[in-house]
C-alpha cells in the first residue's frame, strides 16, 4: 500500500506527538518487566501480556491481584473495569471515527490509551480530520512498540541488574498522567469524574483485593457519562 505525502505527514505527526509522553512510559514499562516474573508470570506471558492487553495501569493491578492470589474472575473484572475510562474516551472521539471501516475502527480501540487519547483530543481541535485517523495510527503505533519493547527490556535488566523496583521509576508515569489529566479539567464531565473517583478511592481503599479500586472506576465513568447525557439534554432544551 502506497501512502500519500499526507497521509505519511499524519502518521508522523502522531508518533512526533508521542515522544514527550513516551518518556514517563518508558520507565513504567521496564518496571513492569521487571516486576512481573516476580508476580508469578513466566517471561512469556509477561510480554503476552504487553501484546495483548496494553494497558499499563490495569497490567500492574493484575500483578498485585496475582501477588494476594485473588481468584481469577475478580483478576478479570478488575482489568475491565479499570479499563471502562476508556469508554468515556470512545465517547468523545465516535463523532471522529464513526465512518471508518469497522477493522480499522476495532484497530483504533485496542490503541486507545491515555496518551494516545490526549494527542487526539489535540488533534481533532484543528478544522482538517480527513485523515486524522493517521494520526491516530502513528500515536497508538509507537506507543505500543515502545510499551512492547520497554517490556521485554526490563525482563531482561531484571535479570541483569537486582532490585530494579526500589529504583521508584513508577513515578514517571505518575507524574506523566497528571501532565496528561490537568489540561483536560475543563470539562465538567472529566472534573466530575476525577472528583467522584478520587473521593471513592478514599472511601473504598480499604476493601480486599483490590476491589475499591473496580468501584471507584465504575463511579468515576458513571459520573462523567451521566454529566455528559445532562449536558446534551440542557443543549436539546435551549
Do not use: C
Not at 518508558?26 to 503476552?48: C, E, K, M, R
Amino acid at each position: 500500500m502506497i501512502f500519500t505525502s499526507i497521509q505519511k505527514r499524519e502518521f508522523f505527526g502522531g508518533a512526533k506527538a508521542s515522544l514527550p509522553l513516551i518518556v514517563g512510559a518508558v520507565p513504567f514499562a521496564l518496571l513492569f518487566g521487571t516486576l512481573a516474573p516476580n508476580s508469578g508470570l513466566s517471561a512469556l506471558a509477561t510480554v503476552a501480556m504487553s501484546v495483548i492487553v496494553f494497558a499499563g495501569s490495569a497490567q500492574f493491578i493484575v500483578l498485585a491481584l496475582i501477588a494476594v492470589q485473588a481468584p481469577l474472575e475478580i483478576i478479570i473484572l478488575t482489568t475491565f473495569v479499570v479499563n471502562l475510562r476508556h469508554l468515556l474516551y470512545a465517547t468523545a472521539l465516535v463523532e471522529y471515527v464513526k465512518h471508518l471501516p469497522l477493522s480499522l475502527r476495532a484497530l483504533l480501540a485496542f490503541g486507545l490509551t491515555d496518551e494516545t487519547f490526549a494527542n487526539m483530543s489535540q488533534r481533532y481541535q484543528q478544522k482538517d480530520h480527513t485523515y486524522a485517523h493517521y494520526f491516530y495510527l502513528g500515536s497508538m503505533l509507537t506507543f505500543y512498540v515502545t510499551w512492547v519493547s520497554f517490556t521485554i527490556a526490563g525482563l531482561l535488566l531484571g535479570n541483569l541488574i537486582p532490585d530494579m523496583s526500589s529504583w521508584g521509576l513508577e513515578f514517571a508515569m505518575s507524574v506523566t498522567f497528571i501532565g496528561m489529566v490537568v489540561p483536560y479539567m475543563n470539562s465538567k464531565a472529566m472534573i466530575a469524574a476525577i472528583i467522584s473517583a478520587g473521593l471513592s478511592s478514599l472511601v473504598f481503599a480499604d476493601l480486599p483485593n483490590k476491589l475499591g479500586l473496580i468501584i471507584s472506576a465504575v463511579i468515576g465513568v458513571a459520573v462523567g457519562l451521566s454529566v455528559i447525557q445532562l449536558s446534551k439534554k440542557e443543549l436539546s432544551y435551549e
